[in-house]
């Protein structure tokens, strides 16, 4: 193998653990003398491509900025006189690019061992997460908050997107060598526990609230809501008579008595004085509160578990004190940010002389009744978790629908005085999923959602009788793949785009679903079992032997594996990670009748199962990194 001509190369590689920058440091250091710039500046040019028959690196020459010579006379003139290399061909001019192709056999003996030796950690580089890279003590710290949904509320698609998505940002970053802390900010304090408190002791049941408390909690909110909607609609239509009363100047005095009596009586004002009975810390409420906050977080933590999903940290808009909240509101007016409106207290965007910040309108900071909003528990909740936890990044992962208010949010923040807190802040939006129910109507828990396409999956299953007798415990796998068919039909299209909710799509063993993914993963552990070679056979494999190109092709694909979670850091698509796993799967489907393990000569054997083994640990790793339990039958 060819050496490199630096010890700095050598030790970035060390470094990055990624064998693409064995190649890279090689051409950008026999590129140096030829095109008169630093190899440091070719190095950080020098793209991987999309389709290997455009190469494995490209280097747009017009990124040099090279003066005197049209691009496409300088990529053709630095191909000629790149000189014999024993790692990449003769270079290809096409237009202004040049293509650099690696050659077969060393690639093969640097990536296959890499992979096997590796193992989990192959395409994983934490030391990106440090701050210094000769301190491992120095990691950089970042909060990814995500899932967040309303105790006595319905689990809508809104929160499973941001179960999926931020889970695998945790994911992400944790491969990065960050240090991460999970938060779940979830909707548990407000009038609704005023209404579910009141509705425990009129339809409760303690046996159904320890057997299924999200279940029972929803249900006697429906139940509440049955007798207080009626309540507000006829309170609304008083107030309408009220109204044309007073415009046709007739005596109000009897109407405003009865409006008064049937406010004071409605479920509404006793849930607002339960309430209150909670915000000034009466014992009794508090411990009624916390038990429905403790059986529902402990049942949520269930279902997470499923989808390979831990928080560190239960947090929720209970958790920021009143005086956080005050002390925002009193700092807003101080600084002559907010101002009064009708009673109420805005802070008004649209004044100031930036035309990004004009954009955001008026966010409302208190009500007319004193009472404090999302946008202030939000202000007091970043600044408290900056001084517990001194973030590097926080990444609130929340529907697109919220972009005006977080951006309202980071921006209230730096004007208020807290850069530090908004330039850490990032919002990562997406789309919504449309049409999501479950064969028993609408959906109202996650757990309906798994429970129904587990449910599909084993049906699915059961078509393929002599496949489904080889499955050791069938219910069990249906569930698992049924979790992946969902994950991975939320994480196949950009984040930002809507999708379908398809149970028969994201079900298929065809096409590029999950179910796919789980198949071809549990195919490459059958080749491995039915080989019957050990690790060492592996390890002493002729990598030469891998001469044909649909092995030259995948030992191209593995290689760039530790390129995919990079660049992951930067899109934060769950796509990126995903488009590369089919990609490579196909590859590995067309290969099988090409490179046949059970039945070849020994020394082929072993080369072509130290390739599935390298290609099936990929798999493996690509889908842990997406929150997903790869099979092995």
Known sequence: MAKLHTSTGSEAVAKNNNPVDVYRHHISEKLEPIAGKPSSEIYDRLAWTQTFDKGDLSLPVPALRIQGKKPAEIAKEFAEKFPESELVEKPVANGINIQFFFKPQPLSKLVIPSILKRKSEYGTNRKLGLRNESDPNSRKKIIVEFSSPNIAKPFHAGHLRSTIIGGFLANLYNAAGWEVKTINYLGDWGRQFGLLANAFELYGSEEKLEKDPIGHLFDIYVEINKVSKPEEDAIKEKKEELKQAAEHKKDTTDVEKEIADMEAKSVNEQARQYFKKLENGDKAAYATWSRFRELS??????????????????????????????????????????????????????????????????????????STLYLTRDIGEAVKRYELYHFDQMLYVVSSQQDVHLAQLFKILELMGNNEVAERCQHVNFGMVLGMSTRRGTVKFLDDILRDVGEKMHEVMKKNEKKYEQVHEPKKTADTLGITAVMVQDMKGKRINDYEFSLERMTSFEGDTGPYLQYAHARLCSITRKAELTPEDLASADLTLLTESHAVNLVRALSSWPDVVQNTLKTLEPTTVLTYLFKMTHMLSSSYDVLQVVGSELEVKKARMALYEAARQVLNNGMKLLGLNPVQR
Do not use: P
């Open 297 to 370: 977080i402990a049942r949520y933590e269930n279902t997470y578990a499923r989808l390979n999903i831990h928080f560190d940290v239960y947090s929720g808009e209970s958790q920021v004190e009143m005086s956080r909240m005050e002390r925002a509101v009193e700092q807003l007016r101080t600084s002559g940010l907010s101002e009064d409106s009708k009673g109420a207290v805005i802070v008004d965007l649209t004044k100031s002389k930036d035309k990004n910040t004009k954009k955001l309108g008026k966010a409302l900071v208190k009500k007319t009744d004193g």
